[in-house]
């Protein structure tokens, strides 16, 4: 009875892992023709899926990736006016290290078997106990767990639910090898997380292990069709460059300095979550994990969970290797749980990145006395 899991992102790769410490195998099919096929981009502030790392052996490996600085943290509004400042010691505990996705990808994919991932295998369907894919192939399974992302295929087989878009439009940029190309914008982000939240729109700059700042630019209360409206000329990044600019009218010149030292990477990214609380009946032979079953606003809890949901599920096949609705059922009772309220909590700071007056409010989150 195969364990087939569809998407070898963080969610599909840590069950893989959890259930290759207890003895059980899985196989993995990815869309994407090889490891290296697409960039992974970015950091990712890894918290509570540590406990997942954990019982997946791989906490040591982790600390080695992991970036104690990434947690500095400075705040500030368009004006100028720095609110927050947090360097973090170098003694400081790795509560909240930033770690480079392709390495962590990369520490979960060399933890497994060398065949334990199917490459270039996009799943298009399911039924008669066949898995179907996009190349026409096709192969058996005992459970089907679906760990193919937001935009998930397997979805389907369980809820009509579907992420929708929750009225924010970021913009993706970057500046690559900072600390050499701009050493004075390098010095104003310092090695984390640098923002600025204005009302109705924020730019999040954060340092990344290859020495590129990668910046999201959000504008806050748009439509879906913002990005068609807004007269931004993706196809052309210097003048998108230039009419992000001026989207910025009256922001301080430091901040429309960093993008205007961009370079031609301009990515809309319209923001979609699924609907808080999404929970389905039972079925046995298929669930889902990570951001298929609970895709969330972009506030730092979807990689997290995605960790903690593959690492639950494996515990429970561990537990129950010969009754898989068993196992599926305990899963998805305390995934419902846990998830539940990292996306209320994660709708709770969204709506203050969406208020007037976000920075005031952000500082009081973070400094509540
Ligand atoms: C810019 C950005 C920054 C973020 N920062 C953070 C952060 O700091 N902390 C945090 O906790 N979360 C963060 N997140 C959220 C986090 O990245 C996701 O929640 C997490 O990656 C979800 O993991 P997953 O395994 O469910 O899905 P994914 O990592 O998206 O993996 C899904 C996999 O499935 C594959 N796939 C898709 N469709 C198919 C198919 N039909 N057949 C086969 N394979 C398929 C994909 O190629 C992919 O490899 C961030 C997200 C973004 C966009």
Redesign the pocket.
């Known amino acids: 009875m195969t364990i087939a899991i ?8 840590a069950l893989a892992r959890v259930l290759h410490v207890n003895g059980i195998d899985a196989v993995l ?4 023709p090889s490891r290296d096929a ?1 960039g992974q ?6 918290h509570s ?1 540590q406990r997942a790392l954990r019982e997946a052996g791989l906490i040591d490996q982790f600390h080695a990736i992991a970036r104690g600085e990434g947690q500095d943290m400075r705040l500030l509004e368009p004006d100028g006016t720095l609110l927050l400042q947090e360097d973090t010691p170098d003694d400081a505990p790795l509560e909240r290290p ?1 770690v480079d ?1 392709a390495d962590l990808r990369g520490l979960l994919l060399d933890s497994l078997p060398e065949d334990a991932v199917r490459w270039g ?4 369907s399911a039924g008669d106990g066949l898995l179907h ?1 996009a190349d026409g192939s096709t192969a058996t399974y005992g459970l089907l767990v679906g ?7 397997v979805r389907a087989l369980l809820t009509d639910a579907r992420p929708a878009h929750i009225g924010q439009n970021a913009v ?1 940029l970057g500046i690559p090898d900072i600390d050499r190309t701009h050493p004075d914008l390098a010095a104003m982000v310092g090695r984390g997380n640098y923002w600025v939240l204005g009302d109705g729109m924020s730019l999040a700059a954060q340092r990344n292990g290859d020495g590129r700042v ?1 910046i ?1 630019l959000s504008f806050y209360n748009t439509a879906e069709d913002f990005f068609s409206a807004s007269g931004i000329p993706f196809g052309d990044p210097a003048a998108a460059r230039a009419r992000l600019i001026d989207l910025l009218s009256g922001w301080d010149a430091r901040f429309t300095a960093l993008i205007a030292a961009c370079d031609d990477t301009v990515v809309p ?1 319209p923001i979609t979550a699924l609907p808080v609380g999404l929970t389905w009946p039972s079925t046995p032979g298929v669930t889902l ?4 079953a609970h ?2 606003p ?1 506030v ?7 960790l903690l ?2 690492a639950a599920l494996g515990l429970a096949l561990a537990a129950h290797p010969d009754d898989f609705p068993t196992a599926v059922a305990a899963y998805e009772r305390e995934m419902f749980e846990r998830t539940s309220a990292a996306a209320r909590m994660s709708a709770r700071i969204q709506d203050m990145l969406m208020s007037p007056d976000a920075a005031r409010k952000m500082l009081a989150f973070f400094r509540p006395d």
Not at 41 to 46: A, R, S, Y
Request: hydrophobic share 35%; no cysteine.
């Open positions: 569809v998407g070898a992102g963080l969610g599909g790769l099919y990815e869309r994407e697409r981009g970015g950091m990712l502030d890894i899926g930033e996705r295998h996009a799943f298009t894919f760990a193919d992302g937001a935009q998930s295929r993706e990668r999201g990214r994990l990570g951001d298929a895709l969330m972009p730092g809890e979807g990689a997290n969970m995605a949901d593959g």
